[in-house]
């Protein structure tokens, strides 16, 4: 797993957080005897942030550190890394890893973690406490803003990837699991050019491409989840999106969906453009031809389609109108299906998200902002 670590200034505890359209930093922290924290916000995306703690410690030497602090507004961390972090409510517990426990005097410990906010505050916390000990270096003043900027979740550096992406991957089958999601870079079709994916966690992540805009699916990047359970036993299946897609190009952003170990894929396309169709059992002058028309489930209207690709069945609902985000109740979908009988009570697999890639204009960008599938 790659992750980028922000440095830290040595005696000063500075934070950055975006906060609506603005970057804010706080003023420095005086230093107190005992202990110094410096909490950063590194990175800052709808949903979720990435932040960077540094402890100095100012007292005796220590062999073992916890580090605990408090939240005001609903921050709850999702991943850490170099310490094991746990949180109850508020509060915020962080213990050093086997390798970073021993700190001398003045020596410094840092680790990271990814957490989740509500997109309307995001505060520094206002005190840390280290081995029972306050660090009344932190901290303590309100974020002062200190210029106007328009950030964007996919700001990116010159190769189109993103500076904070915590992993970055070429490979044609690459992944990387996050939370519970698991991202593969997927690129499995004939004539296929260069495909770089990045992620900041499993549910925030992108992809540069740049395919040639010749027949067939050149890849299908995605985030998902593996279910393995029989369509009877679900009781939920529902799901968030939110994604920026360019303007030109072959492709769609679609869910593709597994059963009965493969024998049935069923792809529900929300958005689509250029020489992209789904699978059908037969084609006019316009393309592919429904099996039904106006269908409304799931919180969307589709055309559904109808065919095989090979070995096995393919459904696809393709919405009506073309849309960058939403919601959409999966079990619905599923459950049309069996009410219609083109499945019975299949054995669900896999569920993906992503982008079904057959030509880009160029570089092309392609963003997953935010993404959830839960199920019960």
């Known amino acids: 797993m790659r992750r980028r670590t922000l440095a830290l200034c040595t005696g000063a505890a500075i934070a950055v957080a975006a906060v609506g359209a603005n970057i804010v930093t706080a003023l420095p922290a005086s230093a107190a005897t005992g202990c110094r924290v410096s909490y950063a916000i590194a990175s800052q995306w709808p949903g979720g942030f990435g932040a960077n703690v540094t402890i100095t410690n100012l007292g005796d030497p220590i062999s073992a550190w916890t580090l605990t602090w408090s939240y005001t507004a609903g921050q709850q961390v999702t991943q850490a890394w170099n310490a094991t972090v746990t949180q109850s409510g508020a509060q915020v517990t962080a213990k050093n890893a086997g390798y970073n426990g021993s700190v001398a005097t003045n020596g410094t410990a840092s680790f990271g973690f990814n957490g ?82 990045w992620a900041r966690t499993g549910t925030n992540w992108g992809v540069v491409a740049e395919h040639p805009r010749t027949s067939g699916v050149k890849s299908y990047p995605h985030t998902g989840k593996t279910l393995n359970r029989t369509l009877s036993s679900l009781s939920s299946v529902r799901s968030s999106f939110n994604v920026t897609v360019p303007a030109d190009g072959d492709y769609e952003t679609a869910y593709d969906i597994w059963a009965n170990n493969n024998a049935y894929e069923v792809m529900i396309w929300t958005n689509q453009h250029g020489a992209v169709g789904p699978i059908a059992e037969s084609y ?39 849309t960058t985000s939403g919601t959409v109740d999966v079990l619905a979908v599923m459950n049309w299906l069996r009410t219609n009988a083109w499945w019975g009570d299949v054995t669900v697999g896999q569920i993906q998200f992503g982008f079904e890639l057959s030509g880009t204009a160029g570089r092309s960008n392609f963003t997953d902002n935010s993404f959830s599938l839960d199920y019960a």
Do not use: E, K, M
Request: net charge neutral; aromatic share 10%; with cysteine.
């Open 116 to 197: 989740s906010w509500n997109n309307s505050s995001n505060p520094v916390p206002s005190s840390f406490v280290l081995n029972g000990t306050a660090c009344t270096g932190t901290v303590t003043n309100s974020p002062t803003p200190t210029r106007s900027v328009t950030p964007s979740p996919t700001s990116s550096s010159a190769n189109g990837v993103p500076s904070d992406a915590v992993w970055v991957a070429t490979g044609a089958w690459d992944q990387w699991t996050n939370n519970g999601y698991t991202i593969i870079n997927d690129v499995w079709g004939g004539g296929a050019g260069p495909q770089t994916i």
């Open 284 to 322: 006019d002058s316009n393309g592919a031809v429904p099996s039904a028309r106006n269908v409304t489930v799931g919180g969307h209207t589709w055309n559904v389609y109808r065919g095989s690709n090979g070995a096995n069945a393919v459904f696809s609902f393709v919405r009506t109108a073309n």
